[in-house]
T-cell receptor
Framework: GAGVSQSPSNKVTEKGKDVELRCDPISGHTALYWYRQSLGQGLEFLIYFQGNSAPDKSGLPSDRFSAERTGGSVSTLTIQRTQQEDSAVYLC????????????FGPGTRLTVT | AQSVTQLDSQVPVFEEAPVELRCNYSSSVSVYLFWYVQYPNQGLQLLLKYLSGSTLVESINGFEAEFNKSQTSFHLRKPSVHISDTAEYFCAVSEGDFNKFYFGSGTKLNVKP
């Protein structure tokens, strides 16, 4: 079946530009997570959506980062005024309580800020 | 906040040798524990998990991990590794609400012939 998809797979942008990263979770999964993986680092939690509840935004590193999830499905992570330190792989995962929250990860978007 | 430590960034090992990948977490509150694996050029996928019950959990490909509450550890072991086990392994912890998962920095297992 279809897994989690993310687009674009690679994004190169100039410092100061805004970028949007997209995540399509597995159909029926109510939970959606965004992570950031910098070179040589582990996964850094960014934000969590569960159903219609208010998202847990506690991991967003600055107010330049925001995310939304429309209709409980597709999610978009937006980074405004990108900085070089934003360069990383951004991973999306989806899950469901019925799966004991086993996370299914997408392939990631590699963001390079020049 | 919870922190997860994987002390070994790289573990080289010969095929058919045993291996242990270490994982320690900081908080002693009720936790759920996971190991994820990322094979070359693939996405992360669940290897095994501890939610409750037996402290020893196993995967379908011969890995096992033991939850040790007193040592706040969840080390991953395999008695005999294969070339195909070459991958990066990530330990993850959730504090019971599944809102947030804390990941370690990963251990690259390199199995040599």
């Amino acid at each position: 079946g279809a897994g989690v998809s993310q687009s674009p797979s690679n994004k190169v942008t100039e410092k100061g530009k805004d970028v949007e990263l997209r995540c399509d979770p597995i159909s029926g999964h109510t939970a959606l997570y965004w992570y950031r993986q910098s070179l040589g680092q582990g996964l850094e939690f960014l934000i969590y959506f569960q159903g219609n509840s208010a998202p847990d935004k506690s991991g967003l590193p600055s107010d330049r980062f925001s995310a939304e999830r429309t209709g409980g499905s597709v999610s978009t992570l937006t980074i405004q005024r990108t900085q070089q330190e934003d360069s990383a792989v951004y991973l999306c995962a989806s899950s469901s309580p019925s799966l004991s929250y086993e996370q299914y990860f997408g392939p990631g978007t590699r963001l390079t800020v020049t | 906040a919870q922190s997860v430590t994987q002390l070994d960034s790289q573990v080289p090992v010969f095929e058919e040798a045993p291996v242990e990948l270490r994982c320690n977490y900081s908080s002693s509150v009720s936790v759920y524990l996971f190991w994820y694996v990322q094979y070359p050029n693939q996405g992360l996928q669940l290897l095994l998990k501890y939610l409750s019950g037996s402290t020893l959990v196993e995967s379908i490909n011969g890995f096992e991990a033991e939850f040790n509450k007193s040592q706040t550890s969840f080390h991953l072991r395999k008695p005999s590794v294969h070339i195909s086990d070459t991958a990066e392994y990530f330990c993850a912890v959730s504090e019971g609400d599944f809102n947030k998962f804390y990941f370690g920095s990963g251990t690259k297992l390199n199995v040599k012939p």
